[in-house]
Every structure is written in structure tokens, then in C-alpha cells.
């Protein structure tokens, strides 16, 4: 499990040991073949010129790529926008969510009497085919939904 050191409130701590499972159940069933498994991985970051620290929340090493997590409980797009940049030092880069977060940005299935409200996008640098997204359910404590960034939100054309 995770280290004693955890920071974070229980929802964050969920989420991580949930993220874990996942991982080690991906891994045990050979779905994902798992050399390292690096919890709060230090990489350097590079944006517009200038470097610097940040913390992948999840770092895995497999044969062939390099995949990155970053557990957000309480996502914005702005804060998603900002966490973009950890795209760049991974092969695969994963954001995990709430299930309901970030509902506005959704792709929704039709239905005959559903209501139609206005689509509302996330910015073209979402595209990213390299961008995935988990979506972890609270009440069932599990990861339920693992896609491409772009199969669960709107995207800008």
C-alpha cells in the first residue's frame, strides 16, 4: 500500500489506493506488464524555456513506455491545463478524476427526451493522443472508466 508519509485528505488517499489496485490488477492479469512502480517520482519539467521540479503521483515503467498519473480530486480546467505540461515526459500520461467532476465538458449519449444543452469544449491542447483519463466512483471506491482524454470529453475541433 502507500506509504505512511501520504499527504492529503481521505478522498485524495482513496483515490491513490485505488489508482494502486488498478495498477497491481492490470499487472496480475497481464494487461499491463509493470517493470517499476514509482509513487511521487520527481521528473523535470520543461515549458517555454525554463525547467523545473515537479511530482508525477504515479510513475510507471513498463517495457516498451513510461506512464505518468496525476490524481486530481477536485479538477478545474485550468488546473488540468497546468498539469499538460507532465504530457511531455511521458510516453502515456493519465489524469485521474471523480467520476462526476468536470461534468459540463462530457461527451453524453443521446437519448429520445433527453434535454439538449449547449456543449460547452475543453482547448485544443486536451487532444493530446497521449492523454487518458481514468474516472474513479466514490460511492464504489474504484476506478470504473479507463479511456482516451477524448472519448469522455468535448474537445475543440
Known sequence: M?????????????????VERELKEMHGMGVLSILNLFREKTVLLQKNGSTREGRFDF??????????????TRPTKGKLKKKLVYANE???????????SLAVYKKTVKGPRQFKAKKR?????FGL??????LFDEAK???TERHSFQKIFNICP
Not at 59 to 72: A, D, R, S
Open 2 to 18: 502507500l506509504e505512511s508519509h501520504f499527504n492529503g485528505n481521505s478522498f485524495t488517499k482513496s483515490m491513490h489506493e485505488a
Open 59 to 72: 510513475l510507471v515503467e513498463t517495457p516498451i513506455k513510461l506512464i505518468g498519473f496525476e490524481v486530481l
Open 90 to 100: 511521458a510516453d502515456e500520461f493519465v489524469f485521474v478524476l471523480p467520476k462526476d
Open 121 to 125: 469544449f475543453l482547448g485544443k491542447e
Open 129 to 134: 493522443k497521449n492523454l487518458g483519463v481514468w
Open 141 to 143: 471506491n474504484e476506478i
